[in-house]
């Protein structure tokens, strides 16, 4: 081979290069891209796996197909709090909504109720999240375990509306906390927040309602489990 045309050829590796070295991308709204995606060039901001499968492994999921065949974007199906119900629920039709259900349940003495008997206004609750005692229920918010939107991202917004408003108000993936870390905690996963105290048992709630509904645990999220398992 004369060296023009070994020249030529390294050349066209080189040029070539990149397309080889594409990888899969894992957006922020956790969809896995493929470099066949007519979307893999918009997506800016993302996690690189050198599989479909790791990505799918780390909780991303497909792109949503539509009618036309095309895959659409993440605004088509963008999480909204109204795919889970417009706020707390009173399945029972007793006054008491879910939150103060909840607060009533998880109330280490008798809770003082409000006058016509529907809300809890002070009692004794432990918070997961730092063991502090609180008395005054104005001080706590009702925490979604395992986020909605975190939730809707891996897989509920595949869910039926009904699915989804009994998630919401599942004692299960309920807790009465501070507000202010409630609202820090937003709806990031525990391999993005945990709270300053009892970690693994907040670990192993999260890993507990992922099972109950079957969402797929991911793996630095299953990491987390083993070592609170092993310990």
Known sequence: MSFRCRFTFFLLLWVCAPSFA??????????????DSPFYERVKRFQRFSSLQDCLNEGGRLPQITPSGHPSTSNDRQYSRDAFGRG???????????????????STTTPVLSSNGCKAEHGRWVSMFTGEVITSA?????????????????????????????????????????????????????????????????????KRVLVKYSIHTPNNIQSMVKRCLDK
Not at 171 to 191: F, M, T, Y
Request: charged letters at 25%; one cysteine or more.
């Open 88 to 106: 707390w629920s009173d399945s029972d039709k007793d006054c008491q909504n879910t939150r103060h259900e909840v607060l009533i349940q998880q």
């Open 138 to 206: 104005k001080q706590l918010d009702i925490d979604h375990v395992v986020p909605l939107k975190w939730a809707w991202s891996h897989g509920a917004d595949q869910w039926t509306n009904h699915k989804r408003e009994q998630f919401a108000n599942d004692p299960i993936n309920l807790i009465a906390v501070e507000a202010s870390l409630n609202r820090a905690k937003g709806a990031q996963g525990p391999d993005e927040w945990l709270p300053p105290k009892n970690e693994c048992q907040y670990i192993l709630r999260f």
């Open 22 to 35: 594409q990888v899969v991308k894992l957006s922020n709204n956790k969809i896995c891209h493929t470099p």
